[in-house]
């Protein structure tokens, strides 16, 4: 599968969340529950959209949080990451804001019918692009603190979650925030929150609605200048 997606109840999918590539389904990561350093694997998946390092994988923090704000045209958002929950998935994050891999990219997808989410992470803007690795999925109960229903979850506005391609174990770059609550699929990995002013600079981009030339991108200008790390 080329594009990435999300996977809900409602009838308004649309493909456009991901990176070209693909990985072996039954990869995992290993969570330590006792908050020692854990490994974590990062195989290949495609080719990155621009030059990029695979983050390492030995002697990964797995406790403790962490902080990045992500520098948008309309206001910063700082996302706050727990690493005991998700370290994996926040060591590649972490790497790739370290190199620059977000910096003047625009967050090329808003949904605002049924599912509320602002899509990031895509250097292409294509939602097709991704760091040319794999994040396995760090979906345990304790990791996503998520309310399900049947086949889906209620995802609480304020999440910070990895885009995937309706595949297990297929995260790349690309994320998504939760600017209102939204119901989907309880796979997509939850890695963080953006505190009151963020989730209103979202809402912001949001309250601009979904360009009609092509039915994904936002009105608003909606580019990531920088990203800091705390």
């Given amino acids: 599968m080329a594009g990435m997606s999300f996977k809900a ?112 992470g895509d250097p292409t803007g294509t939602g097709k692009g991704g760091p040319g690795y794999t994040i396995p999925d760090e979906l345990s109960p304790r990791t996503t603190g998520l309310e399900k229903e049947g086949s889906v979850a209620t995802y609480p506005k304020g999440t910070v979650a990895m885009a995937n391609t309706g595949r297990p174990n297929t995260a790349g770059s690309q994320f998504f925030i939760v600017w209102e609550d939204s119901q989907l699929s309880p796979d997509y990995a939850v890695f963080g929150t953006v505190d009151e002013g963020g989730l209103a600079v979202v809402q912001g981009i949001a309250a601009q609605g979904v360009d009609e030339t092509d039915g994904t991108s936002p009105i608003a200008e909606a580019v990531i200048s920088s990203v800091t790390l705390s």
């Fill in 9 to 120: 109840f409602v009838p308004l999918v649309v493909s456009a969340l991901a990176f070209t590539g693909c990985s072996d389904a039954n990869q995992s990561n290993p969570v330590d529950e006792t908050g020692r350093a854990v490994s974590c694997s990062y195989p290949p998946g495609g080719e990155p959209a621009k030059p990029v390092d695979p983050p390492g994988g030995e002697d990964v923090l797995n406790a403790g949080e962490t902080k990045v704000t992500l520098h948008l045209t309309a206001g910063d958002v700082e996302i706050t990451m727990d690493r005991s929950a998700t370290p994996c998935t926040i060591n590649s994050f972490m790497s790739l804001a370290q190199q620059g891999w977000f910096d003047e990219t625009r967050c090329h997808r808003l949904t605002d019918y049924g599912i509320f989410v602002l899509q990031c």
